[in-house]
């Protein structure tokens, strides 16, 4: 292994197995492997680890759909003050949504990717794409592309700008401008919605998949769907000049406008720092989400098969539920991957919150395959011991 590649940062003493494990991944990607992993256990930081060239602990990136994170705790903690009811409609809050047949979805029915709303007819250009204000305006009056509760789909690069102009009607603020005073300040995280011009020194651009002869051979020819299909509206390949959605925080204006879909850039110091702060004591302050409203929105919700992903799924209210990929986590677990590979979640039952960036694309895209034996690794630690300070 380079000197690149060999893992830098710290880990609290019963963790060094973890340091082993993400030593072990960085030797098999090998090359330019650029990797960051984090996490806490009791609202205290036990692992923080990175490597590559290029990388350090604070070293950002875009995060992808990892950012639908902030947005549904955003969400999520109106819903706990009692701003939001989940259970009434959009339309209530925003009433030009009502159009085309969606007078009647709900909250909760958006929430749990039920809309049928993962597009619009014409696309968007990379400009409208950066802007949830935008996207939100021209779904007001798009119909929806199934019955609304009659199946469910993911809403990739929409369901941010959607349950944001909820959370604009409902409080005279942006989700960003919520999420930045409630959250992101607060607690001093690297998780932007909207990158400063100042910390632009700090990103660096997502690097394309490179997929070995062997997984290409595996890959199935035929999988692409249609531009126009409900698969490829939801992901914008239909507009004549579609950006590639990995390319996406590599543009400047979608770094920026941080469009909470897909926009958001952090590090895995923030990502994990964020779910911390949503179950457990942080310097002093009450976590987040109050244990009953995480198990309400950490509740399945959809499950079967996804329309736009043409395979079996599972939500809770926008959170993806990471027990279902992870075996080793506790009914409960909520958070949300991200294409280039990201991956972040809390975790209840053990108190972990669960932080990991990288700088490739992962191949086959989403949730990068390490981040497996990573969390059964983290996961192990964290159940053996308790948390000690790092060294």
């Given at each position: 292994?380079?000197?690149?590649?060999?893992?830098?940062?710290?880990?609290?003493?019963?963790?060094?197995?973890?340091?082993?494990?993400?030593?072990?991944?960085?030797?098999?990607?090998?090359?330019?492997?650029?990797?960051?992993?984090?996490?806490?256990?009791?609202?205290?930081?036990?692992?923080?680890?990175?490597?590559?060239?290029?990388?350090?602990?604070?070293?950002?990136?875009?995060?992808?759909?990892?950012?639908?994170?902030?947005?549904?705790?955003?969400?999520?903690?109106?819903?706990?003050?009692?701003?939001?009811?989940?259970?009434q409609r959009v339309s209530h809050y925003w009433p030009e949504f009502g159009a085309e047949g969606k007078q009647d979805i709900t909250l909760r029915d958006l929430l749990a990717h039920r809309a049928g709303l993962v597009g619009a007819d014409e696309g968007f250009s990379l400009d409208e794409l950066a802007d949830d204000l935008v996207i939100a305006e021209r779904l007001a009056a798009q119909r929806p592309y199934w019955r609304p509760g009659t199946a469910f789909g993911y809403h990739a690069l929409v369901i941010g700008a959607l349950v944001g102009e909820v959370v604009r009607r409902a409080t005279g603020q942006t989700l960003h401008e919520v999420f930045e005073t409630?959250?992101?300040?607060?607690?001093?995280?690297?998780?932007?919605?909207?990158?400063?011009?100042?910390?632009?020194?700090?990103?660096?651009?997502?690097?394309?998949?490179?997929?070995?002869?062997?997984?290409?051979?595996?890959?199935?020819?035929?999988?692409?769907?249609?531009?126009?299909?409900?698969?490829?509206?939801?992901?914008?390949?239909?507009?004549?000049?579609?950006?590639?959605?990995?390319?996406?925080?590599?543009?400047?204006?979608?770094?920026?406008?941080?469009?909470?879909?897909?926009?958001?850039?952090?590090?895995?110091?923030?990502?994990?720092?964020?779910?911390?702060?949503?179950?457990?004591?942080?310097?002093?302050?009450?976590?987040?989400?109050?244990?009953?409203?995480?198990?309400?929105?950490?509740?399945?919700?959809?499950?079967?098969?996804?329309?736009?992903?043409?395979?079996?799924?599972?939500?809770?209210?926008?959170?993806?539920?990471?027990?279902?990929?992870?075996?080793?986590?506790?009914?409960?677990?909520?958070?949300?991957?991200?294409?280039?590979?990201?991956?972040?979640?809390?975790?209840?039952?053990?108190?972990?919150?669960?932080?990991?960036?990288?700088?490739?694309?992962?191949?086959?895209?989403?949730?990068?395959?390490?981040?497996?034996?990573?969390?059964?690794?983290?996961?192990?630690?964290?159940?053996?011991?308790?948390?000690?300070?790092?060294?």
């Open positions: 292994m380079s000197t690149e590649n060999t893992p830098r940062g710290t880990v609290a003493a019963g963790y060094e197995s973890v340091r082993e494990e993400f030593a072990a991944v960085a030797a098999a990607e090998g090359g330019d492997y650029a990797a960051q992993l984090v996490a806490h256990v009791g609202g205290q930081r036990v692992v923080d680890l990175w490597t590559g060239p290029e990388f350090t602990g604070s070293t950002l990136t875009g995060v992808f759909s990892a950012t639908k994170g902030a947005a549904y705790l955003v969400v999520a903690l109106l819903v706990q003050d009692g701003v939001l009811d989940l259970d409630r959250v992101r300040t607060p607690y001093d995280l690297d998780f932007y919605l909207g990158l400063p011009d100042e910390q632009e020194a700090r990103f660096r651009t997502t690097l394309p998949m490179q997929p070995t002869s062997a997984q290409l051979a595996e890959a199935e020819p035929d999988a692409a769907a249609a531009p126009d299909s409900v698969p490829g509206v939801a992901v914008n390949r239909h507009h004549p000049e579609a950006v590639a959605l990995t390319e996406l925080p590599n543009h400047r204006v979608v770094r920026a406008k941080g469009q909470a879909s897909a926009g958001g850039v952090a590090s895995a110091r923030g990502l994990a720092g964020m779910y911390a702060a949503v179950i457990s004591e942080v310097d002093g302050r009450a976590p987040l989400l109050k244990p009953d409203t995480a198990a309400t929105f950490a509740q399945l919700h959809s499950v079967g098969y996804d329309v736009v992903y043409r395979a079996h799924k599972v939500y809770g209210l926008g959170f993806v539920l990471p027990d279902n990929i992870y075996p080793v986590l506790g009914q409960g677990a909520f958070g949300h991957g991200g294409a280039a590979g990201a991956q972040a979640f809390a975790d209840p039952r053990s108190g972990l919150a669960y932080g990991y960036n990288r700088r490739r694309v992962a191949f086959p895209g989403g949730a990068a395959p390490e981040n497996d034996r990573l969390v059964r690794a983290v996961h192990a630690a964290a159940v053996a011991q308790d948390s000690g300070a790092l060294r």
